[in-house]
């Protein structure tokens, strides 16, 4: 018998206590979730309908952790996962789902959102698929340390650690150019490190081909568009399904004869470059220098005379804009934990005409619209894409327009 931890609470369940029960759902983390009398009881790599038996590592206050030793009874849906380190590398969540039932699941999840933190019952729509659900990643980021022997694993974090990385010499997500590269970039990686400490070693796929280097002008093509920017600088990593869902971004926010864009959080200006010939004038709001830089670089290259991009403050998103909000569309594509307060409230006072909420975390997204809903606001389309195919995560895109 394995004796328990120091700091293991013995109730409800003595440690490495096995069960079988029947998994009910999947919580936004990819986990299963069972019932064991009411007791929630969470388990990786199950999938809703199975019967599973876990074996118990940790109690909390209103839940269990549980490893997973067998499935039982699987559900129809189990797939044989394509990579063998599914299960270790902690990158995936979903290998083992087959693709109708991962885009299912994401549905429910946006849906659950939006119900739970919106207080919202609305009919979402179905996930928008990516073209290819293995090899679509264009960005790679794999990790290591060094020690005195030199540099160890490279790779991701391992299933449930911190700090332990899998090595991984090959990734299905990854695009195949990435992956003929992989090989030599490890190789060069070892020979060439010269840091005290471990790091981030980057393999993106571009235009150029596959750049290491975070500090090189790489280029990219969505739709019709042309966007530049520095290699280890954020841009969407789908190009196969990017140019879809900037699409219906661009359709969604020029529905109702809308003569204005404003395209906050724009980043390299992805939205407003993409959209500018729905527009008369597009106006992009950024904090960061060196975004706006890129994002009025970008507008030059693709010989746009109706696209402005300011440096903003947090405190005076709108100040500088140049129309009201009654004829304007508001692109929002904010970071994962969604907008501020603060962003939100300024929103409202410049009452845009209709909104395209942009999030990769639809539980921030259903709490942000949950405000707007207050201040006037009526959602008339949810789309989720799926730009993470064989993870737990889901772009969600949210319509909204004011009721006046």
């Keep these: ?74 559900s129809p849906d189990r797939v044989t996962a394509r990579c063998p380190l599914f299960g270790t590398c902690g990158g995936c ?7 109708e039932g991962q885009l299912a699941w994401k549905r429910r999840h946006v849906t659950d959102a939006f119900a739970r933190l919106a207080r919202l ?11 290819q659900p293995y090899g679509y990643r264009s960005k790679l980021t794999p990790h290591f340390q060094k ?55 980057l393999l993106r796929e571009v235009i150029e081909g596959v750049v290491s280097d975070p500090e090189e002008i790489v280029t990219e093509r969505v739709g019709q568009r042309t966007f530049q920017f520095k290699a280890g600088e954020f841009f969407q990593n789908n190009p196969f399904l990017l140019p879809e869902m900037v699409a219906h ?32 004038q597009c106006v992009g709001v950024e904090i960061s220098a060196k975004a706006a830089h890129w994002a009025r670089a970008n507008a030059a290259i693709n010989r746009l005379d ?25 692109v929002i ?16 006072e410049f009452g845009p005409r209709r909104i395209v909420y942009v999030s990769c975390d639809p539980a921030t997204q259903a709490r942000d619209v949950e405000v707007l809903l207050a201040g006037g606001y009526g959602v008339e389309k949810i789309q989720p894409f799926d730009l993470f195919p064989q993870t737990r995560h889901v772009e969600s895109v949210a319509t909204l327009e004011h009721s006046s």
Excluded at 38 to 67: C, F, M, Q, T
Excluded at 176 to 197: F, H, M, S, V, Y
Aim: charged letters at 25%; a negative charge.
């Design 333 to 348: 594509d904010p970071p994962r934990k969604g907008c501020d307060r603060d962003f939100l409230e300024q929103t409202l």
């Design 249 to 280: 971004v661009s359709d969604e926010a020029a529905s109702g004869e809308m003569s204005h864009l404003v395209d906050a959080y724009c980043g390299s200006g992805l939205f407003a470059v993409s959209s500018s010939d729905r527009f008369k």
């Design 121 to 131: 019952e609305v009919d979402v729509l179905p996930v928008w698929p990516s073209p």
């Design 93 to 99: 969540q979903y290998q083992h789902f087959s693709y």
């Design 147 to 201: 020690s005195t022997e030199g540099i160890g694993e490279i790779g991701f974090l391992r299933q449930g650690r911190r700090h332990a990385i899998v090595d991984v010499e090959h990734c299905p997500i990854a695009t195949d150019a990435i992956n003929e590269r992989l090989p030599d970039a490890r190789d060069e990686l070892r020979q060439r490190w010269k840091g005290k400490r471990g790091g981030t070693l």
């Design 306 to 330: 109706n696209c402005e991009f300011l440096l903003g403050s947090a405190s005076e998103v709108f100040a500088e804009i140049p129309f009201a909000g009654e004829t304007t569309a508001l």
């Design 1 to 74: 018998m394995t004796d328990a931890p120091k700091n293991f609470r013995p109730d409800p369940y003595t440690y490495h206590q096995e069960l079988t029960l029947r998994i009910d759902g999947l919580t936004n983390l990819g986990l299963g979730v069972a019932r064991d009398d009411g007791w929630v009881v969470l388990a990786p790599y199950v999938l809703p309908g199975e019967s599973a038996r876990l074996r118990i590592y940790r109690n909390h206050k209103n839940y269990s952790e549980a490893d997973l030793l067998e499935i039982v009874d699987p």
